[in-house]
C-alpha cells in the first residue's frame, strides 16, 4: 500500500503520521506532485483556514494532481479542513472556490454554543456503511472545526453528529471520503475507521 498524505503547510501532521503507523503503514508525507501520483491512498488533512489552505494547493500544483487522481480512481480521504476542501466552496474568510469533488458549501456555525465545536461527539450513520464494521453501537469521536458543510440531508452524507441541529461528520461518495473531525485523535474508533478504509482499498 503506497499511502501518501499530502503536506500542503496546513496543520500539524504527526499524529496523522503516527495513526497510520499504529496500523503498520509507512506513510510518505509529501507535497510533491510527481509521488502522489504514485499513491494508492491520498490523505488531505489539515487545520487552520481555508484561504490558506486554498492558496497553497494551487500555488503548488496540487489541485491538478489531486483532480487526476480522484478521476483515475484513487481513494482519497480528507479530515478536517481537508474534508471541507473536498466541497464546491467555502464561506471561510471570503467565498473561496475548492475542489469540488463533493456537493455543498462550507459554512460558519450559527448557533448559541460555544464556537469552535470542540471535543466528543457521537456518530449517528444517516446510512449502511463499510464504515460501520466493527464500531461500537455509539461511537465517539473528536471534533475541532467552526465550519460545517450543508446542506445537512443530502445522498453523500454518511453520518452526522448533533450541535443544535445535525451537522455532517461523514460525506463521501465513489472513492471520496471526508471526515470532519479526527480520527487520529479519536481512540479506538478513530483507528477503526481508518483500518476500515485501509481494508475497503486493498479490496479495491
Known sequence: MNLVIVDYGVGNLANVVYA?????????VTGDADVIRTA?????????????????????????VLTEKVRSGTFLLGVCLGMQALFECSHE???HETLGFLPGEVVPFRTHL???????????????????????????????????????HTDDVIAAT???????????????????????????????????ILTYVRKE
Open 20 to 28: 497510520w503507523r499504529r496500523l503498520g503503514e509507512n506513510p510518505i
Open 40 to 64: 494508492d491512498l491520498i490523505e488531505l488533512p489539515g487545520v487552520g483556514a481555508m484561504r490558506d489552505a486554498v492558496r497553497n494547493l494551487k500555488e503548488r500544483k496540487l489541485v491538478e
Open 93 to 95: 474568510g471570503g467565498k
Open 114 to 152: 460555544k464556537v469552535p465545536h470542540m471535543g466528543w461527539n457521537e456518530l449517528n450513520f444517516v446510512r449502511r456503511h463499510w464504515l460501520e464494521n466493527g464500531l461500537p453501537a455509539r461511537p465517539y469521536v473528536y471534533f475541532v472545526h467552526s465550519y460545517h458543510k450543508v446542506p445537512v
Open 162 to 196: 448533533e450541535y443544535d441541529g445535525a451537522v455532517p461528520a461523514i460525506c463521501g461518495r465513489d472513492n471520496v471520503l471526508g471526515m470532519q473531525f479526527h480520527p487520529e485523535k479519536s481512540g479506538a474508533v478513530g483507528s477503526r475507521l481508518l483500518e476500515n
